[in-house]
Structure formats: C-alpha cells, structure tokens
C-alpha cells in the first residue's frame, strides 16, 4: 500500500536560520508531488508541485525552494526563514488526474 | 482563478443528526472534486473524490454530489457521531497553466469546522 512520510513533526526555529522538510512516499512510482502551506485562518496555498525528478514548479514567489532529489522524494528548503515562513507545511502526491491526492501527517513550523 | 467557498464556517449538531455540508466553486472546468477530513493538528485524510462525470459518490454514512454547472458539490453525513466532529475540507482539481496538461492542481476551501455533541 502507498503511504507517506513527512518530518520533522514539530519544529520551531530562529529567524534567519535554514530550514529543510522531508517527505518520501512509498509503494508508488512516478507521482506528482506537492507542498503545501495552511496558514492560521487561511485555507491550503499551494507552494510547490513536481511531475519528475528535478522538475520543481512554484506557484507563488516566496522565501522557500524545493528539490526533488529523487523519484519519492520532495524537500522543502529556506536559506534564511523570515517570521511569516511559521505554518503547517503538508506534503501530497498524486499518480494522475483521476485519482485521489494523499497528504502527509503535516509539520508545524514555528519561527521565531 | 479558481475560488472555493465552504458554508457554513462552522457548524455544531447533537449527535444522531443528519447535515449537509457546502462547497461551491467559481470555475465549473475542473476534473474532480475531492472532500478530505482534517483532525486538530493533523494532516488531510481522504473521504471521497467525485469525478466531473459523475453526480455522487457514497461511501458509509458520507454521500457526495456534484453539480459541475452550477459550481457547487454537497458532503452529506448521515446518522453523525461525535467522533464526526473535524474540519470539513473540499478541493477543487484543474490543470495547472504551464504543465501543458500533465499536471494539476487542488484549489482548498477555508472548510467547516464541524462538532458533534454527544
């Protein structure tokens, strides 16, 4: 069965320090990856979609970058997190347009 | 652009009642519409996807409909149970403008926050 994993979980960190989230699936090939961000009283705002490795799209410009080092594989990144990167950052793939997208458990950012 | 609109915001009900819960879409051109469950904290879990061809999709107590034309789907839950109460969240699926087709993207409603008393 396909399943996916983020972490950290948890995690509060300086302004200006670096930042990386990880998410890998398994039991799946070739999926089409997401980032998302949900932010406090907003809905979910697509940050970042991939359909292969190394091929990253952003859909808003912001401080974040994402790589896509291998098939199953999608990070999230920050040179320097600035106080309005704090959010609930969800991972999700796809395998096409008919099917149903799976998010991960989530990993709440808090920058301080 | 694709807007989502999810109403009511919140909505509390005794247990034992059916409810239904609203999403409506400004842009009818999409591929599916998808109704996920959120718990305080946690990440999106997956109830239904109702495909543009279709008018509903059941699964349990859960019903789904869609109505493409007018932009608007319905989460119909029957019989709710206290452990029901999460955040209701619908998503609206279309191709992403530069993907030539090859890949999509899921606008979010704000959902609805539902608590069931027991």
């Known amino acids: 069965s396909q399943t996916i994993h983020q972490w950290p979980a948890t995690l509060v960190q300086p302004v200006g320090s670096p930042l990386s989230l990880e998410c890998t699936v398994e039991?799946?090939?070739?999926?089409?990856l997401y980032w998302y961000r949900q932010a406090a009283g907003r809905g979910l705002q697509l940050l970042f979609y991939?359909?292969?490795?190394?091929?990253i799209s952003s859909e808003v410009p912001q401080n974040l970058s994402a790589s896509r080092p291998q098939d199953r594989q999608f990070i999230l990144s920050s040179k320097k997190l600035l106080l309005s990167d704090s959010g609930f950052y969800l991972c999700?793939?796809?395998?096409?347009?008919?099917?149903?997208?799976?998010f991960g458990q989530g990993t709440r950012l808090t920058v301080v | 652009k694709q807007e989502v609109t999810q109403i009511p915001a919140a909505l509390s009900v005794p247990e034992g009642e059916n409810l239904v819960l609203n999403c409506s879409f400004t842009?009818?051109?999409?591929?599916?519409l998808q109704w996920f469950r959120q718990d305080p904290g946690k990440g999106l879990t997956s109830l239904l996807l109702?495909?543009?061809?279709?008018r509903e999709q059941t699964s349990g107590r859960l019903n789904a409909s869609l109505d493409k034309s007018s932009g608007r789907s319905t989460l119909y839950i029957a019989a709710s149970q206290p452990g029901d109460s999460a955040t209701y969240l619908c998503?609206?699926?279309?191709?992403?403008?530069?993907?030539?087709?090859?890949?999509?993207?899921?606008?979010f409603g704000k959902g609805t926050l539902l608590t069931v008393n027991p």
């Open positions: 991939s359909v292969g490795i190394g091929q």
């Open positions: 842009d009818s051109a999409i591929y599916n």
């Open positions: 998503a609206a699926l279309r191709s992403l403008a530069d993907s030539g087709g090859s890949n999509y993207k899921l606008t």
């Open positions: 999700a793939w796809k395998t096409g347009r008919n099917t149903e997208a799976f």
């Open positions: 109702i495909q543009s061809s279709q």
């Open positions: 039991g799946t090939s070739n999926p089409n």
